[in-house]
């Protein structure tokens, strides 16, 4: 497709259970960010991927969080040891370049922790 | 610090009434941009609109209107002649050139029929 896609589209675990989320941006799209919605929030950053540069990690909540970004193209969100407080809905947004600004989203995966 | 306010929480109008969603920015940044995303009840976020700190241009498309006042921080958008079809949560949010989009918290708008 030509947007940004994201799998699963819900995602229910138990607490303490690993999960992985996946985002694959639009074809050439250089950039790929994660953010989270939690239930009435604004989106939080959590991650950024430029190219092959190191990522900006600046906004995981803790070490539980981390992504991989292979081959500069999809990307995977783990989340170890899963808690209640991380049930949100997950979302991936790609750019096409570090001069272009618009970010695209796609449409979220929602977790949830029981 | 960079922070995007949005203080309606929530707006409820009649079909073709007009709208207007507010959004307050704050920056320290010179260069920067802002964004109205739409996220519709199916949860995608859809890019309405870029704008950035060098021009203070209103723009129109259809019945989008945004009105950007760096004077005042702000820049809001209309919905002329609301439809059903609008309803959804609106978010601005600020680029700071960086990395990272600084979202507001949203309104939600409900179009009644």
């Known amino acids: 497709g030509a947007g940004v896609s994201q799998s699963p589209s819900n995602k229910v675990t138990e607490k303490g259970k690993d999960v992985e989320l996946r985002c694959d941006p639009i074809s050439g799209h250089t950039a790929l960010y994660w953010y989270r919605q939690s239930l009435g929030q604004g989106l939080e950053f959590l991650i950024y991927?430029?190219?092959?540069?190191?990522?900006?990690k600046s906004g995981l909540p803790s070490d539980r969080f981390s992504a991989e970004r292979t081959g500069g193209s999809v990307s995977t969100l783990t989340i170890q040891r899963t808690q209640q407080e991380d049930s949100a809905v997950y979302l991936c947004a790609s750019r096409i370049s570090r001069t272009e600004e618009t970010q695209y989203f796609g449409p979220g995966t929602r977790l949830l922790v029981l | 610090a960079q922070k995007v306010t949005q203080a309606q929480t929530e707006i409820s109008v009649v079909e073709k009434e007009d709208v207007t969603l507010d959004c307050v920015y704050e920056t320290r940044d010179t260069t920067y941009y802002l964004f109205w995303y739409k996220q519709p009840p199916s949860g995608e976020l859809v890019f309405l609109i870029r704008?950035?700190?060098?021009?203070?241009q209103n723009e129109i498309s259809g019945r989008y209107s945004w009105n950007f006042q760096k004077s005042t921080s702000s820049f809001n958008f209309t919905i002329t002649a609301s439809q059903v079809v609008d309803s959804a949560v609106y978010f601005c949010?600020?680029?700071?050139?960086?990395?990272?989009?600084?979202f507001g918290t949203g309104t939600r708008l409900t179009v009644i029929p």
């Open positions: 991927f430029q190219g092959n540069s190191a990522p900006d």
């Open positions: 704008r950035n700190s060098f021009d203070e």
């Open positions: 949010a600020l680029s700071d050139g960086a990395n990272n989009l600084f």
